[in-house]
C-alpha cells in the first residue's frame, strides 16, 4: 500500500480551497478520506496543522463512525393525553398559549388548580 504524502495531499486540499465555490463549502470526504490515511502514517496533529483541518473532523469521518448510533434529535413535539372523567365530557377550564399550546381543565382540584397557575404565568399572564 501506498501512503500519499503530506506534501500531494496539501496540493489538493489547496487546490479544492481554491476552486470552492462557497466559503461555507465542506471538505469533501474523499479528501478527509485521504486525510485520514496520511495522519496513520505521519500523525493527526501534523495533518491537522498543516491542512487547517480539524482533528476531531480527520477522527469523525463516515468510514470511521460508529455504525448503528442513536441520533440524539430532540422530537419537535411531545403530546400527551390524559383519560377524562366519565362524569365531566366538557372541560371545565380551557386555556391556550400564545404559541398554541392549550390546557384543559375537567376537574378541580388543588394539582389543577397549581398547573393551571403555573400555565398562566408562564404565558404571560395571558392564557
Known sequence: MIIESLDELGAAVAAWRKNKKHR??????ALI????????????GKVSSRLKISV??????????????RSTS?????????ATPLHS????????????????????????????????RRAGGEA
Open 74 to 82: 430532540v422530537p419537535a413535539f411531545t403530546r400527551f393525553e390524559i
Open 89 to 120: 365530557a366538557v372541560p371545565l377550564v380551557e386555556v391556550e398559549s400564545r404559541m398554541g399550546v392549550k390546557l384543559r381543565v375537567f376537574q378541580v382540584t388543588k394539582e389543577t388548580a397549581e398547573i393551571l397557575g403555573l400555565f398562566c
Open 24 to 29: 461555507t463549502d465542506r471538505i469533501p470526504e
Open 33 to 44: 478520506a485521504r486525510a485520514q490515511k496520511v495522519a496513520a502514517e505521519y500523525g493527526a
Open 56 to 69: 476531531n473532523r480527520l477522527a469523525m469521518a463516515p468510514a470511521l463512525r460508529p455504525k448503528g448510533r
